[in-house]
C-alpha cells in the first residue's frame, strides 16, 4: 500500500530526499490538513525563473529525481506531461499554468482515484533586486484503502519533505545558473 502514498507524493514535484531545517526554505501547515505550504527567496529575476520552471525539459536538470519528461501535448498555458524518476516510476500530470501571476499549477491524472494531488507554485518578485519568493502549495489526500495503512501525519510528513527539497534544489539550481552569468 505504500506505493499509493508514493505514486500520489512523486507527481506532487517529483522531490528528492529533504534535510530538516534547511536554511531559508520555510515549510508550514494550515488549518487545512491536506495542504502543506513552502516558501524561499532565490537569485534571479522572476519572469526569467518562471520562464525556466514551465520549460518541462528543464526539469531534469531542475529536479534531480526528473530523469526524463514526456511532453505529449501542449497548448498554451496547458500540458499533459509525463515525468519519469531514474527508477522508471511514471507520474502523469496536467499542467494549467497562469502566466500573467507568475502561476504553475498541476495535478496528478495517473492515480486512478486514489489520491487527489496538485500543486500550485508561484514565482513573484522579492524584497531584493534581482530576487524571487516562490511559494508552494501542495495538496495530498490519500483515499480508500490506503487510509487504513498510511496515516495523515505520514502524509504530511511527505509533503513537507517534497517542498524543502524542491524549494532547496530551485534555490541552489538558479544560484549556480546566476553566478554562472
Do not use: C
Not at 92 to 114: K, M, S, V, W, Y
Not at 157 to 181: C, W
Request: aromatic share 6%.
Amino acid at each position: 500500500m505504500r506505493s499509493v502514498l508514493t505514486v500520489a507524493l512523486a507527481a506532487a514535484l517529483a522531490a528528492g530526499a529533504a534535510v530538516a531545517g534547511t536554511p531559508q526554505v520555510t515549510v508550514t501547515q494550515g488549518a487545512d490538513p491536506a495542504m502543506t505550504e513552502g516558501d524561499v527567496t532565490i537569485d534571479g529575476d522572476p519572469a526569467m525563473v518562471f520562464a525556466a520552471a514551465q520549460n518541462y525539459q528543464l526539469w531534469t536538470e531542475l529536479m534531480p529525481d526528473v530523469a526524463k519528461v514526456e511532453i505529449h501535448d501542449q497548448k498554451g498555458d496547458d500540458a499533459h506531461v509525463t515525468l519519469v524518476a531514474p527508477n522508471g516510476h511514471r507520474d502523469n500530470l496536467h499542467f494549467h499554468n497562469t502566466p500573467q501571476a507568475r502561476l504553475i499549477f498541476f495535478e496528478d491524472t495517473g492515480n486512478h482515484g486514489r489520491a487527489d494531488v496538485w500543486a500550485e507554485i508561484v514565482f513573484a518578485p522579492a524584497e531584493q533586486p534581482s530576487s524571487t519568493h516562490i511559494h508552494i502549495k501542495l495538496y495530498a489526500k490519500i483515499h480508500g484503502v490506503a487510509t487504513l495503512v498510511i496515516s495523515e501525519s505520514e502524509v504530511k510528513a511527505q509533503r513537507e519533505s517534497k517542498i524543502t527539497a524542491e524549494l532547496t534544489h530551485m534555490r541552489d539550481y538558479f544560484r549556480r545558473r546566476v553566478a554562472n552569468r
